[in-house]
């Protein structure tokens, strides 16, 4: 098969670590310039439901993986 057998738990793994990661990064470390144009701060709970699904989807592929 083309680039591996389990491509699709590989790309679920990247994608679901990066939405978690990316929204925990966003929440932790805010942007230093305030314009009218960004916000403050990341909205909390989306963010946080993003974290969550990234989370599950990155131990769910990681379980494909391993089992």
């Known amino acids: 098969m ?12 990247a994608f679901g670590s990066a939405m978690c990661l990316g ?10 310039n ?5 916000l403050r701060r990341a909205p909390f709970w989306r963010s ?4 969550i699904v990234g989370l599950i989807v990155a131990v769910w592929s990681l379980a494909g993986l391993i089992g």
Do not use: R
Not at 2 to 13: A, R, T
Not at 23 to 32: S, T
């Open 34 to 38: 305030n314009d009218q144009q960004n």
């Open 2 to 13: 083309f680039l591996g057998e389990k491509l699709l738990e590989w790309l679920l793994l």
């Open 23 to 32: 929204n925990l990064a966003a929440l932790v470390n805010p942007p230093k």
């Open 48 to 51: 946080f439901i993003y974290i």
